[in-house]
């Protein structure tokens, strides 16, 4: 949550918070089990900040929703990177793959 903290003192203060800096933040709160707060830094990023995420900014948020076993938002996530033509690379196509077993639903690590 610090790395939340001071990405918001940054944006007090006028500083430049791009997708790099918005990254790094989503990184610590993924490896903190931060889901919820990923997602929130996500969606400021869009909204507040105009900050358009990346495919690592999507696929971090997809990590800690893994960890977080947010299944209908890893679903969410993926969709929203098809639609935006993002390629998942092997270690989302598996978070995927298994967030698909874990909603009952069909899963194929060939299919993306």
Known sequence: REAVRLLWVMQERGLRTDTVTFNA???????????RVAMGVL??????AGVEPDVVSFAVCVRACVKGQQWEKVEALVEEM????????????KDVYLARIKLGRKASMTSW
């Open 43 to 48: 969606d400021a990023m869009r909204k507040d």
């Open 82 to 93: 098809d639609a935006r033509g993002f390629m998942l690379d092997e270690g989302v196509r």
């Open 25 to 35: 933040c989503l990184s610590c709160c993924e490896r903190c089990g931060e889901w």
